[in-house]
Antibody, heavy 117, light 109 residues
């Protein structure tokens, strides 16, 4: 399976970051899907997890600003992060998770999103 | 939901073994047997190396092994090779959320 992130590389402060992950070479149904980010020079941070049916779990520290959704017909899932600040500047990865989201077995290459005016 | 604690760096010569620790709490690492490990070469996609504490996905060399004791999980790389030089992250299932480790840079001397 291949995952590819897409979306704007530059977002203004206070606006909403929107990214899409396109899944190819495998089904989107029957799997869990996740977003993970890495600020420059820092470690990985889990953002959220979604089952193909739409059930979601979010990082408690980001929960008030995060929305994940899925479009099974397009084999895509999406991330929206509202009210962004410079602290949200990071490489964002989409990933496939196994049963119950216990491990992430396939990852996209990542896309850099910079928050700046 | 604090990040799991890993050593900042470990190093070893080719052929040697190195072990990376990953310390969490009784709410994550200590409670669930769902610790995974990822190898990350900068600029590339992270790669799953170990899942469910000890299991290796197909294609991962058996030089990589995982274990757990109490609130601490460990990744051991035996017979260190040049291509093993990378950042390594642990991750634990914690019910409704997941938590990554702080990351460890492995240097092959």
């Amino acid at each position: 399976v291949l995952l590819q992130e897409s979306g704007p590389g530059l977002v203004k402060p206070s606006e909403t970051l929107s990214l899409t992950c396109t899944v190819s070479g495998g089904p989107i149904t029957s799997f869990y899907w996740s977003w993970i980010r890495q600020p420059a020079g820092k470690g990985l941070e889990w953002i959220g997890l979604m089952y193909f049916s739409g059930t979601t779990n979010y990082n408690p520290s980001l929960k008030s600003r995060v929305t994940m959704s899925v479009d099974t017909s397009k084999k895509q899932f999406s991330l929206k992060l509202s009210s962004v600040t410079a602290a949200d500047t990071a490489v964002y990865y989409c990933a496939r998770a196994d049963y119950m989201g216990r491990a992430f077995d396939s990852w996209g290459q990542g896309t850099l999103v910079t928050v700046s005016s | 939901q604090s990040a799991l604690t890993q050593p900042r760096s470990v190093s070893g010569s080719p052929g040697q073994s190195v072990t990376i620790s990953c310390t969490g709490s009784s709410s994550d690492v200590g409670f669930y047997n769902y610790v995974s490990w990822y190898q990350h070469h900068p600029g590339k996609a992270p790669k799953l190396m170990i899942y469910e504490v000890t299991k290796r996905p197909s294609g991962v060399p058996d030089r990589f092994s995982g274990s757990k004791s109490g609130n601490t999980a460990s990744l051991t790389i035996s017979g260190l090779q040049a291509e093993d030089e990378a950042d390594y992250y642990c991750c634990s299932y914690a019910g409704t959320y997941r938590v990554f480790g702080t990351g460890t840079k492995v240097t092959v001397l």
